[in-house]
């Protein structure tokens, strides 16, 4: 039996089975130890299946008949979708059958259900989805990505902790320096829930806490853990993709221009490839639910399958870091 279980939601995301199957596939291909139960509509999947070179002694298919879709609302997911391929999924970690579930689709539905069927660690009001944001010193911890649109500061203060000891375990960093996301640095600034959150950082003594920090700090080497509500932090995230996606197809676009241009292209061609694949936000796909019992990894829901790939290399050092153990022990 291979040593590593994952169970993929396969029908999940804007794309489905044409990213989740040559994703797993590719996986699987990588690591000799890894098994994948993918979860979904069967017929389909082994229609989709027929043409791959996937290994089939490590790959397991489980039929689910309904599916959560992207625009479903969380409540009426939780309470009409028990037999669909998310809490199906969900419901494989729980019984101990696999050891980490990934999901490209509908995140509310995947956060409500996995509270409901992984549970939450014992004192966590809300899980929280955090990735690492590429960034000066390598990258940066951030949290929460869209979990949670609104947010106390209790539960801010719960992210705090959860993200210190995150980085703690990933990168092994002693002491990491936590930041609140502001609109300044000044300690006046923001709304009251800023304000009262930072009194709650500034006096949890498990936090290296270093105060208000803005957008553009994220990406630098003064802090290790951004902290903000999953409203603010999925626009902040996709507003650093889709920058990123610009900055790249800017540059390309000038470089073809002019014959000066083209051949400089080639010149820097080298230099342009390390470039996109230090800021592919494919590269970073992947966010583990920090506060569950379980380890669950919410893929970007427009993941093409080398978006996906990297989601499933995310779920599995999450799986081999003993994640929620490991932050359970520093909560």
């Not at 390390?274 to 494919?282: A, I, M, N, V």
């Amino acid at each position: 039996m291979a040593s590593l279980r994952l169970a993929v939601d396969a029908m999940g995301g804007d794309f489905g089975l044409r990213s989740t199957i040559p994703a797993s596939v590719l996986a699987l291909n990588e690591n000799s130890e890894l098994h994948i139960t993918l979860v979904g509509d069967e017929p389909a999947i082994r229609a989709a299946l027929a043409d791959s070179r996937a290994p089939l002694d490590r790959l397991s298919i489980i039929h689910a008949p309904d599916v959560v879709l992207m625009d479903d609302k969380p409540a009426s997911a939780l309470r009409t979708k028990r037999q669909s391929s998310m809490a199906i999924a969900l419901e494989l970690l729980r019984d101990g059958q696999v050891s980490a579930v990934l999901s490209a689709g509908n995140t509310g539905a995947l956060v409500a259900m996995s509270c409901i069927i992984v549970q939450r660690m014992d004192g966590i009001r809300r899980p929280a989805i955090c990735a690492p944001i590429p960034s000066d010193h390598h990258h940066t911890f951030m949290l929460d990505l869209g979990a949670n649109v609104e947010c106390s500061a209790e539960e801010l203060r719960q992210y705090a902790v959860m993200g210190s000891a995150l980085c703690s375990v990933v990168d092994g960093n002693a002491q990491p320096r936590v930041g609140l996301l502001n609109i300044g640095e000044e300690l006046i600034k923001g709304t009251a829930l800023m304000q009262d959150t930072a009194a709650l950082l500034n006096a949890e003594p498990r936090l290296n806490y270093v105060g208000f920090v803005e957008g553009g700090d994220i990406f630098g080497s003064e802090v290790d853990v951004v902290v903000c509500d999953g409203f603010v932090g999925n626009i902040a995230l996709k507003v650093s993709e889709g920058t990123a996606s610009f900055i790249n197809r800017t540059l390309r676009a000038q470089l073809r221009e002019t014959l000066l241009g083209r051949l400089v292209g080639l010149l820097l061609l080298p230099v342009l490839k390390r470039f996109q694949k230090r800021h592919d936000p494919r590269h970073y796909n992947g966010a583990v639910l920090l506060g569950l019992k379980g380890v669950v990894v919410k893929s970007h829901g427009s993941s093409d399958e080398k978006g996906f790939l990297a989601a499933i290399q995310q779920a599995a050092r999450a799986v081999g870091q003993d994640l929620p153990a490991r932050i359970a022990e520093h909560l």
